[in-house]
């Protein structure tokens, strides 16, 4: 049984195009949308259901979607249909047969965390999501400084490796700090994804600065309704912090982290732009992980960055004032920031 990449059909009178999608680390799936590129929906393979996108008279279109998945997999079972038609299995147990896009059961993947992305030689995600030559949506809170750790780590003599361990050093490791506050809030983030789908959330996405920092991060990204974030995470634990225009002061520090978000964010949206076609306004974010204490002292009330608190940050992000994004745009800047040629311009 040859697997195919698309297929054009007609069912209960409506043109239809169906491609798989095998994604690093998503559900294999049946996208389903008309030739001149409108969608209707998909039907996920794993959980057997229609999903309808979103504003879609569920009634009409699902048949469509499960139809038109059926004659897929009929179309690649080849001679093997002449048996009988292939009709998409039967839900789990307890599990709707077809859902809405943007609803709280869409949202839901019956695997948990999506999988760690692996490589086949006979799959690829740019079937349906464009050339996608690494899909950045697997990527955990922390990825980066974790590959980080692990090399640093690896390279240093066992001896010197078990005293850090014995002394405590390990988990002192300033990266290490840095790891776990991303991780904290990335689980944040990630869970303001889950109960609102219409929220999107990336981690570690590279953002290298030629001839500066060619490993540089951004900690996590957030695409949703009031507009897209690019997040700066710092574990500054118990520390009291004073926040001016362009620089912070902590534990007798100054550092340009204001200056420093602005210029990921602004990075980040002419690459988004570069790559959608259309003007992309990114809001930079500095979230705090456990301070004592933040303070601003800004002369300039204009200041485009988001001082907050960790545990403030998924409301602060929903309450955002800015321009809202429409769903169709969001659902482009996705495609287009999950891919890591976005990123390598």
């Not at 139809?67 to 307890?94: K, Y």
């Not at 948990?112 to 799959?123: E, F, I, Q, S, Y």
Request: charged share 25%.
């Amino acid at each position: 049984m040859a697997r195919r990449a698309s297929f054009e059909t007609t069912v209960h009178g409506t043109p239809v195009r169906v491609r798989r999608w095998n994604g690093y680390g998503k559900n294999p799936r049946l996208y389903v949308g008309t030739p001149d590129g409108e969608r209707l929906g998909y039907w996920c393979l794993t959980t057997s259901r229609a999903v309808v996108q979103d504003g879609a008279d569920a009634g009409t279109v699902a048949p469509v979607v499960t139809a038109a998945a059926a004659a897929f997999l009929d179309a690649e079972r080849g001679p093997a249909a002449a048996e009988g038609p292939s009709v998409p299995p039967t839900p789990p147990a307890g599990a709707p047969s077809v859902v809405v896009a943007g609803s709280p059961a869409a949202a839901r993947r019956p695997h948990g965390r999506p999988a760690r992305r692996r490589r086949d030689a006979t799959t690829s995600g740019a079937e349906v999501l464009g050339a996608m030559d690494d899909d950045l949506a697997a990527n955990r809170p922390g990825e980066a400084l974790r590959v980080a750790l692990e090399r640093h780590r690896t390279a240093l003599p066992l001896a010197r490796r078990l005293r850090d361990d014995l002394s405590g050093a390990t988990r002192r490791d300033p990266w290490r700090v840095g790891w776990k506050g991303e991780r904290v809030v990335g689980r944040m983030l990630d869970r303001m994804a889950v109960k609102d789908p219409r929220w999107r959330v990336l981690h570690s996405i590279p953002d290298p600065v030629p001839g500066f920092n060619p490993d540089k991060d951004i900690d996590h990204l957030v695409i949703g309704p009031t507009g897209v974030f690019a997040v700066n995470t710092k574990h500054f634990r118990r520390a009291s912090i004073t926040i001016g225009d362009t620089f912070a002061w902590y534990r007798g520090r100054q550092e340009d982290l204001p200056a420093k978000a602005v210029r990921e964010a602004r990075r980040a949206g002419q690459r988004l732009q570069s790559v959608c076609g259309f003007p992309v306004d990114v809001v930079p974010v500095l979230a705090f992980v456990a301070p004592k204490q933040i303070t601003t002292q800004r002369r300039r009330p204009d200041t485009s960055v988001f001082v907050v608190h960790h545990r403030g940050l998924t409301d602060a992000i929903r309450a955002h004032g800015g321009r809202p994004i429409p769903g169709y745009d969001a659902d482009t800047l996705y495609e287009a920031a999950r891919r890591r040629s976005t990123w390598q311009a």
